[in-house]
C-alpha cells in the first residue's frame, strides 16, 4: 500500500472512530452523570449517615460494659412489636446498637438501642447495606434498580461503553506529529476550551473510570453472572466443600444478609440439623462468634423457620478482616466459617476490587482519589455535552459524517466482535448502531440525485 493509500486509510479510520465515540458519548452521558453523582455520594454514605442520623447512631461512650444482646434486642422488640431478624452490635463504643425487626405490615426496620442504657433512640426503614433510606435510594439510582431488570442492562452496557469510550478517546487523543495529545488546557473560551477540559480530564482519569468498571461490573446480571460461573468453575472463586456435611437450603446467601463477600452471594445458606430442644440462646451465640475474633461491626442474623442459621458476617474496611460464620441454631455448632484467605483468586481479587471501588480500602484517601475520579467525569460529561452543543448546526444533531470507506466499517466489525465477547450487552448495542448505520448509508446512496 503506497504512503497516500495508508494516510488515506488511517484518516478514514480515525474519522470513523471519531464518530462512534460521538454518537455513543452522546447517548451515555447522562447515564455516565448519574452514575458518578450517586457514586461520590456513596463513597461517603458512612460520614453522612453518621451526620444526617446522628441522634439514631451516635451515642455518649460510658466505662461501663455495654448490656447483653438480649437485653437490647428485648427491648428493641417491647418498643416495636414484631419478628427478630437480625442483630448489629455497636461497631464502636460512641456508637448504638442496631436491631432489624420485621413488622406486621410485613416492612422491616432499624430499630437504635443504646448499648449501656438500653434506651431505645428511635427507628428506620431498614435501608439494608446501605444504612438508612437516603443511602438506599442513592443505591438504587446507582444501578438504576428502580426499573427492573431493564434498568440493571442499561447500566452493564454504559459501563461497558465506559470502557470502550476511554480507548478510543486515547486514540484520538494521541499525537499524530502535529499540536495533539494536549496534557493541559490551553484555550481560554469557546468550543476549544471545552475540548481541551474533555480530552485533559480524560487523560488523566482513563485509567480510574476502567478501573471503577471493572470493579463494578461483577454486580451486573450479565457480564457479572459469567464472571461468577467462570471463577467458580476454575475453583478460583468459592471452594467447594465447606459445608458439605451438612443439609443445604436453597436459598442464596445473598437473599439473606445485608452484605455478604460478592464471591457467596449465589452459594445456598446451610440448614440446622433437625430441631432438637430449644434453639440457641442470642446471647450464647455473640459470645460465640466474638470468641472466634470476628471484626467489631459484624451483623447477626437470627434463624428463619426451623432450619435456618444464625449467621454472623462482617464487611470492614479491611477487607482481609471479611467474614462469614454460620451457626446451628440448637446447638450453637460452627458449620461453616470463610474469611477472605479460603477464597479462590479471582474471588480474592474480586472483593478487593469491591472494596476500593466503594472507597473502604485505604480510608480517606481512597475516598477522595475515587471522588476526584467522579468527579472528572462529570467535567467530561458535561465538556462532552457542551462541544457538542456547540457545534450542532441549527436544527440538526451534528453527528459526524458516514465514512464513504466501507473498509472501515470492516475494521471496526473485528473490533466490534472482540469487544462483544468480553462485553455481550456492549455487543448487543454495537449491532443495532452498525444496523442503524447501514441503513442511513443505503438510504443515502440509493436517493436519487437531483439534476
Not at 260 to 282: C, D, R, T, Y
Request: net charge neutral; hydrophobic share 50%.
Amino acid at each position: 500500500m503506497s504512503d497516500t493509500s495508508t494516510r488515506a486509510a488511517s484518516s478514514a479510520l480515525y474519522r470513523a472512530v471519531w464518530r462512534w465515540h460521538f454518537i455513543a458519548g452522546l447517548l451515555i452521558l447522562p447515564f455516565v452523570i448519574i452514575i458518578a453523582v450517586t457514586g461520590g455520594i456513596y463513597l461517603f454514605k458512612d460520614e453522612i449517615n453518621n451526620v444526617a442520623y446522628r441522634d439514631l447512631r451516635i451515642v455518649a461512650p460510658v466505662e461501663t460494659a455495654a448490656l447483653p444482646a438480649s437485653t437490647l434486642t428485648a427491648n428493641a422488640l417491647e418498643a416495636h412489636p414484631g419478628e427478630l431478624k437480625a442483630y448489629h452490635p455497636a461497631p464502636g463504643p460512641d456508637r448504638a446498637a442496631e436491631v432489624k425487626i420485621k413488622g406486621a405490615d410485613g416492612l422491616k426496620n432499624s430499630v437504635f438501642v443504646n448499648p449501656y442504657t438500653g434506651a431505645v433512640l428511635g427507628t428506620l426503614w431498614d435501608g439494608g447495606a446501605s444504612g438508612s433510606p437516603a443511602m438506599y435510594v442513592v443505591r438504587k439510582l446507582h444501578s438504576l434498580e428502580y426499573i427492573g431488570w431493564f434498568g440493571n442492562r442499561v447500566i452493564e452496557a454504559v459501563a461497558g461503553w465506559m470502557v470502550l469510550l476511554t480507548a478510543t478517546g486515547i486514540y484520538l487523543w494521541w499525537p499524530r506529529g502535529k499540536a495533539v495529545g494536549t496534557t493541559t488546557i490551553k484555550a481560554s473560551k469557546g468550543r476549544p476550551w471545552w475540548r481541551d477540559l474533555h480530552a485533559v480530564t480524560g487523560i488523566y482519569t482513563a485509567a480510574f473510570i476502567v478501573f471503577l468498571v471493572m470493579t463494578g461490573l461483577p454486580w451486573s446480571k450479565v457480564w457479572g453472572g459469567y464472571f461468577y460461573d467462570s471463577a467458580y468453575a476454575m475453583g478460583l472463586g468459592m471452594p467447594d466443600g465447606y459445608w458439605s456435611a451438612y443439609p443445604k437450603s436453597t436459598v442464596p446467601t445473598g437473599d439473606v444478609l445485608d452484605r455478604s463477600p460478592w464471591i457467596m452471594e449465589k452459594l445456598p445458606m446451610p440448614e440446622s440439623a433437625a430441631p432438637a430442644g430449644v434453639p440457641a440462646g442470642i446471647d450464647q451465640v455473640v459470645a460465640t462468634v466474638e470468641g472466634l475474633g470476628i471484626a467489631p461491626g459484624y451483623a447477626l442474623n437470627v434463624p428463619s423457620g426451623e432450619t435456618g442459621v444464625f449467621t454472623a458476617s462482617v464487611y470492614p474496611d479491611d477487607i482481609t478482616q471479611e467474614r462469614v460464620i454460620h451457626l446451628d441454631q440448637y446447638t450453637g455448632e460452627v458449620l461453616y466459617d470463610a474469611m477472605l484467605a479460603d477464597l479462590g483468586a479471582l474471588g480474592w481479587a474480586a472483593e478487593w476490587g469491591v472494596s476500593i471501588h466503594m472507597g473502604q480500602a485505604w480510608g480517606l484517601a481512597n475516598q477522595l482519589v475515587l471522588l476526584g475520579a467522579c468527579v472528572g467525569m462529570i467535567a467530561m460529561a458535561v465538556a462532552g455535552g457542551m462541544m457538542w452543543w456547540k457545534r450542532r448546526p441549527v436544527g440538526g444533531i451534528g453527528v459526524p459524517q458516514i465514512p464513504a470507506d466501507w473498509r472501515i466499517p470492516r475494521t471496526l466489525l473485528v473490533m466490534a466482535v472482540v469487544v462483544g465477547v468480553f462485553f455481550p450487552l456492549v455487543g448487543l448495542t454495537l449491532i443495532v448502531l452498525a444496523a442503524i448505520e447501514v441503513t442511513i448509508f443505503l438510504s443515502r446512496r440509493n436517493r436519487p440525485s437531483v439534476a
